[in-house]
């Protein structure tokens, strides 16, 4: 005779067919995830081992220091004396005019930016991305000071700030485009920093905006409170009282803003960036040289050598150490920030 | 000298303060007269007249919403921070001036008369930075004053002991009562005529409470007080006057020993008693 089964019993049951949805939902989601770490992994291992190669060098410096420090050549390949030669361009022409006799008629292939570093491409993406997210933050925390504490809520303030998330849905190329007919066009600035600063100010706006007023929105009204109290004005309350505590969230936005426009090349292409360029980005006369003035930058180089130029075991060098030392900038640029921004954490805790 | 009062219309035993530093002769400090309220359309304060005396205690009780706190944030106009929040008819005069006459500057105002917030909120600064805030953002940058002002301040608000050896240290670290107290000494610090204070112990334990009561009791020598309380008996402990609210109206206003001891409004009698509220 079985003994009647009890309500106990039931917990060590068969699995229900709820349970087994249950464990089935568990590993969709889970591999869901191991999917995505997956990619990355292998984008950053692709680039990590191949780029990596090209940065780094097994004897002492043990970094590659002309990549990182000569501006793009043209590679010459020849061969002599029955073994391949391969010259960037400045030391070629040299060895020609020292061997002139001996290179006569020897068949010289070039392989354009396949020698040299990517130097002024380093400093002119750092210059690029430091001047516009300065614009960008400067212009964003003001506007975001006034959604949160001034404006009064109705349809126009609904409105604006409508207008302002859909801009940032609008594609990186209409910006860039929006950019050269505004800026390197009608405002005549010509293709020069200054353009693409503000060309890419304006894509990364909605991202800075957005996030500010959230960041001025999640401080307590109880500070805003307190300082009117006692007999502050409401500027002097934003600015002592409300801002600084702000300051880590707005941060974050600010290193969103950076991955974003360290990134972009389509907003560049048209109104900042230069294929090449032989002088470095601080020789200049004057200062409004200095912001009128092209620059080769980072994303650019790697759209040019990858898909502008014919392809050869010798531009993958570049095309992977370009690359390389692209992720390696943006991610230095954006922990700059995300060290500031602890540090203020630390100061105002709350 | 005590009254014997029916224990059917005080079936709680309450503490009333001493009725002898309420002298009915006490000039008045804040007038209120006929002040209608609107939160938008809704109307929170009906026809309310009272006056205020000059350094004395005075207490507004009431059940919640009855408009206690909308009032008394009337008093230094913090609800001009709320959207369609107005007031739409009478005045407030302070000093004999109408609080709300445009030609009023608000931020003079509220330094004439600071105020106390419900939920403690030191700023996250130094202690020193929290009590400097109001002179600092007044232009006042001499270290001597500003230090004479921290003390002077701390002491008013009796916490120097407690805090002088940490004054550098963030405010956030105190404990609640000591928080509450350097909101306290921050809205001294800037010497105001009149402090308000808007259920100042409600998130306090019993020993802070009492602290804080006592420091009250010290303040009105040298300020008007005006507290808003959900706890009758620190109405009854630590005010001189009192005023009872209900869905706006005022519906008593006397003597803190009367109202408590002998309401002439049967409403007052029975939220003062514990029948409702």
């Known amino acids: 005779m079985k003994p009647a089964p009890s309500a106990f019993a039931a917990i060590f049951g068969r699995p229900t067919p709820a349970k087994r949805v249950e464990t089935g939902v568990f590993w969709l989601l889970r591999l869901c995830t191991y999917f995505v770490l997956l990619c990355a992994a292998f984008i950053f291992w692709d680039i990590g081992s191949k780029g990596g190669a090209v940065v780094f060098q097994s004897s002492a410096p043990f970094i590659n220091v ?11 390949v020849f061969v002599r004396d029955g073994r391949e030669q391969t010259m960037g361009d400045r030391a070629f022409r040299q060895f020609k005019a020292e061997h002139a006799a001996e290179m006569k008629g020897v068949a010289v292939e070039t392989y354009v930016y396949s020698a040299g570093g990517i130097f002024p491409n380093i400093a002119g993406t750092v210059l690029l991305v430091l001047g516009s997210i300065l614009i960008a933050l400067v212009l964003g925390v003001l506007s975001a000071i006034y959604l949160s504490e001034y404006a009064t809520e109705g349809p126009f303030i609904r409105f604006l700030r409508l207008s302002i998330v859909n801009l940032a849905g609008v594609p990186s190329i209409v910006f860039g485009l929006f950019g050269f007919g505004m800026f390197v066009i009608a405002l005549d600035f010509g293709v020069s920093l200054l353009a693409g600063w503000l060309t890419m100010a304006f894509m990364v706006l909605p991202i800075i905006i957005t996030a500010s007023e959230e960041a001025l929105k999640a401080v307590p009204q109880g500070y805003r ?17 409300v801002l600084p505590y702000a300051l880590p969230g707005i941060l974050t936005s600010s290193v969103l803003a950076i991955a974003r426009v360290a990134g972009e090349t389509a907003p560049i292409m048209f109104t900042a960036a230069f294929v090449m360029r032989d002088e470095l980005p601080w020789q200049v006369q004057k200062w409004t040289d200095f912001i009128f003035q ?17 392809q050869n075991e010798y531009t993958r060098d570049v095309q992977y150490g370009t690359a390389f030392v692209f992720l390696f900038t943006v991610a230095a640029i954006a922990m700059t920030a995300v060290i500031l921004r602890q540090r203020l954490r630390k100061k105002y805790q709350w | 000298m005590t009254e014997s009062v029916a224990p059917s219309a005080a079936p709680r035993p309450l503490a009333v ?12 400090a804040i007038e209120i007269d006929d002040v209608d309220f609107h939160y938008g359309a809704s109307k929170a304060l009906h026809d309310i007249t009272l006056n205020i005396p000059e350094r004395q205690v005075t207490a507004f009780i009431g059940p919640s919403g009855c408009g206690k706190s909308t009032l008394l944030r009337c008093l230094n106009r913090m609800n001009d921070l709320i959207d369609g929040a107005r007031v739409s008819a009478g005045r407030i005069r302070i000093d004999g001036v109408n609080i709300f006459d445009p030609r009023v500057d608000v931020i003079e105002l509220r330094k004439r008369v600071g105020m106390v917030f419900q939920k403690s909120n030191p700023f996250p600064k130094s202690i020193y930075e929290n009590i400097t805030y109001g002179l600092r953002i007044q232009g006042q940058k001499t270290k001597a004053r500003l230090d004479e002002v921290v ?13 002088k050896d940490r004054l550098h240290e963030s405010a956030l670290g105190l404990s609640g009562g000591q928080q509450q107290r350097v909101c306290i000494a921050r809205a001294i610090a800037v010497e105001p005529e009149i402090i ?69 409004n049967p409403q007052t009698e029975a939220y003062v008693s514990g029948r409702f509220g």
């Open chain 1, 294 to 310: 092209g620059v080769m930058a980072l994303p650019y180089h790697i759209y040019v050598v990858a898909s502008k130029i014919p």
């Open chain 2, 151 to 163: 003390e002077h301040s701390l002491r008013g608000a009796a916490l120097w002991d407690e805090v």
């Open chain 2, 196 to 264: 308000l204070m808007d259920e100042p112990c409600s998130a306090l334990d019993p020993i802070a409470t009492a602290k804080v009561e006592e420091l009250i009791h010290g303040l009105k020598k040298q300020f008007t007080i005006v507290i808003v309380t959900h706890n009758m008996q620190q109405a009854a402990r630590c005010s001189d006057r009192t005023a009872f609210f209900y869905l706006g109206k005022l519906i008593e206003y006397a003597d803190t020993r009367t109202i408590f001891m002998n309401p002439a």
């Open chain 1, 66 to 76: 002309p990549f990182l420090t000569e501006s793009p050549e043209t590679l010459n």
């Open chain 2, 17 to 28: 303060a001493p009725v002898a530093a309420a002298s009915p002769a006490a000039r008045a």
């Open chain 1, 225 to 241: 409170e307190g300082s009117l109290a006692l007999g502050a004005t409401k500027f002097q309350t934003i600015l002592t009282n």
